[in-house]
C-alpha cells in the first residue's frame, strides 16, 4: 500500500442504544489493503438516499437531535420514541456503517489483472458503508465510469436509475403498459419521466405541490396531478383514462394515496369500458406497490374498486435477484450509457462527512422534501 495513505480514516456509523438513543459519530477505522481481487477507492461522493435515511435516522425524533464533539468529529444524539424501540431490538448495541453507494478514484489494488486494470480510473461502487474517506471493492463489481465523467456524475448512478428502471421492467413483466408514480418530482421521478419519454411509455405523474408539477411539466411530463388540488381525483381518473395505468409505485407508503389511485384506476376502466358493468367490478387487474414510507401513517385503503386488485411492497434488490443476473446486467449497461442524460442527478448541497452531522444539515435532508438531496464529499 502506499506511504501516503493513513493507517486509519473515518467512517460514519449509526448505534441505537438500548436506552433509546440514537448516536451518530465519525470512527477511525483501518485504512484495508486490498485483497488480490479488489480495489481500495478513495470516496469522493455519495448520496443520501431516502433509503439511508432509514439506516442513519433511524425512527428518531428530530426535534431532540443534539450535537456534540468537535467540528472535525461531531457527535450527534437524538431519542427514539418509546412505541418504535421494538422495532429497533436487532440493531440495539450495534454501531452500523452507513451509505449504499457512491464514487470515486482507485488508489491501490490488488494483484489480479482486474483488479490492476482499475487504477487510476473513477468507478462507481454499491457495496454499503459509503459514507467513509475510503472503501475496499471487489474489483468485478466495480462499474468504470466513462472518462468524461467525474465521481459526482456517477455518485447516484445505481440506486435511483435502477430502481426507476425496474419499475418499467417490471410493469412489462405483470402485464401492463403503462404507470403511476407519487412524488414524482424527485430525483427518482425525473429519472422515471424521462425514461417514460425517451420509450414512450405512458406515465402518470403524482406530485404533492403546484410548484413540483410545473417543474415536471417543464421537462416534458405529459399528465402531472397535484394531491393537494381539490380536483385531484377527476385529475388522476382523466390522466388513467388516457394512459391506461393499472400499476403504480408509492414512496409516500401511508395515508389514504394508495387506495385513492386503485379508485381512480378502476373508474378509468369504467369510463374505457362503460358496458362491461359487473357487480364485483373490473376484471382488469390494479397494482400498487409501495416501495418507500415518506407518509409514516398507516395505510388506508378503502375498498371501493371491486376484487382485481392488490397492495404489496416493492424494493429494487428483490426485485434484480429475481430477474437473475443477466437481465440486471442489461439495466446497468444501459444506465452507463445514458449517466450524464436520463439518469443524471441533482443536488441541493454538498457537504463533508463532518457536516452531514450538522444539526442544520439533518433538518435539511432528515425532511426528506423533494428537491433537497445531498451529496457527501468525504474526501473535503
Known sequence: MPESLPATALQLRSLVQADGTLQISLEPVPVPQ????EVLIRVQATPINPSDIGLLLGPADLSTVQVSGTAERPVVTARIPERAMPAMAARVGQSLPVGNEGAGLVIAAGASPTAQALLGRTVAVIGGAMYAQYRTMVAAQCLVLPEDTTAVDGASCFVNPLTSLSMVETMRR???????????????????????????????????????????????????????????????TDALVVTGATIGFDATGGGTLAGQILQCMEASIARRTPSEYSRYGSSV?????????????????HRSFGMAWGVGGWLLFPFLQKIGESAAQALRARVAAELKTTFASHYARTVSLAGALSADAIAFYGARNTGAKVLIDPSR
Request: glycine share 10%.
Open 174 to 236: 405483470e402485464g401492463h403498459t403503462a404507470l403511476v408514480h407519487t412524488a414524482a418530482a424527485s430525483n427518482l421521478g425525473q429519472m422515471l419521466n424521462r425514461i417514460c419519454l425517451k420509450d414512450g411509455i405512458g406515465l402518470v405523474n403524482i406530485v404533492r405541490k403546484p410548484e413540483q408539477a410545473a417543474l415536471l411539466r417543464g421537462q416534458g411530463a405529459m399528465h402531472v396531478c397535484d394531491s393537494s388540488a381539490p380536483d385531484f381525483m377527476a385529475q388522476l
Open 34 to 37: 486490498p485483497a488480490a481481487d
Open 285 to 301: 387487474h390494479k397494482q400498487v406497490y409501495l416501495y418507500g414510507g415518506l407518509d409514516t401513517r398507516p395505510t388506508e385503503i
